[in-house]
């Protein structure tokens, strides 16, 4: 007597996320240009992390040559920001 399948058939495909690249241009352009404008930290030292975090991470969705440029954008703001503070 066989069992019968308890899951059925193969489970159904799931959709990837996958985040528009204009998108994320935009928010970086938001996030850098907040940073570029700014003479000390604009923002509170939680939001600073978060943005060291997430910043490399959002550029994952670019091209190899333009995530460079933006993490390398980025890292230099970061710090001159941290050396006026």
Request: charged share 30%; no cysteine.
């Amino acid at each position: 007597m066989d069992q019968p399948d308890l899951f059925g058939a193969q489970a159904p495909e799931r959709a990837t996320y996958r985040p528009d690249p204009d998108k994320v241009r935009a928010r970086l352009e938001r996030i850098l240009g907040q940073a570029r404008a700014a003479d000390a930290l604009p923002w509170e030292r939680s939001q600073a992390s978060l943005y060291k975090t997430i910043v490399p991470d959002m550029t994952r969705w670019l091209p190899d040559d333009e995530a460079a440029a933006w993490r390398g954008e980025f890292e230099a703001q970061m710090a001159r920001l941290e050396a006026a503070a």
